[in-house]
């Protein structure tokens, strides 16, 4: 029985474990806050433990992973949204605390414009644009038609657009359309 626990605990650290921070990069863009990501990927990890004998060997873990994330953010949101009260926010700001896993460092600009855009979109793009996924594979995290993965896809591609037009123009770019009427 020793064996068996030590051999599942080591086939879990090799297959799911190296997805932890691209767990963690996606969890802290969509719910915005370090601490709120860190617990949701920490009960993803738990969650995907006592799931372990349900992950089929040979299939991607890691669309599995989101799955269990993008579920456990639901209903993180659901249960925990403004349950903090301002004196946790309060005592929370005073705690100087250096994240366990580094995120990766982007332009701000474009960080600052994904966060304006709707949540089911910035899922979308998130999966799709910045984990690589297939749109087979969104539609399976997100549980969502691969129709309505290429529909939000799009529109938020465009939302993200519009968003840093101006960013872009202030490195001296321009759009298609602007270009060729100025030519």
Request: glycine share 4%; proline share 4%.
């Amino acid at each position: 029985m020793l064996f068996f626990r030590k051999a599942r605990s080591e086939e879990f650290e090799a297959i799911a474990l190296p997805h932890l921070n691209d767990l963690f990069r996606t969890a802290r863009r969509l719910l915005g806050e370090q601490a709120a990501a860190e617990d949701v990927v920490q009960e993803v990890y738990l969650q995907a433990w006592k799931s372990w004998h349900r992950f089929e060997r040979g299939t991607n873990c890691r669309a599995w992973l989101f799955t269990i994330l993008f579920n456990t953010v639901h209903h993180y949101r659901r249960k925990w949204a403004g349950s903090v009260t301002n004196q946790a926010d309060e005592d929370l700001e005073k705690v100087q605390y250096t994240p366990p896993v580094p995120e990766t460092v982007m332009d701000e600009e474009v960080l600052a414009a994904l966060d304006r855009i709707p949540p089911d979109f910035r899922a979308v793009v998130l999966l799709a644009d910045v984990e690589e996924f297939s749109y087979k594979e969104v539609a399976g995290i997100l549980k969502i038609p691969i129709g309505t993965v290429m529909s939000r896809l799009s529109r938020a591609r465009k939302l993200l657009r519009d968003e840093l037009a101006a960013v872009a123009q202030s490195y001296g770019i321009k759009r298609a359309s602007q270009g060729a009427q100025e030519v």
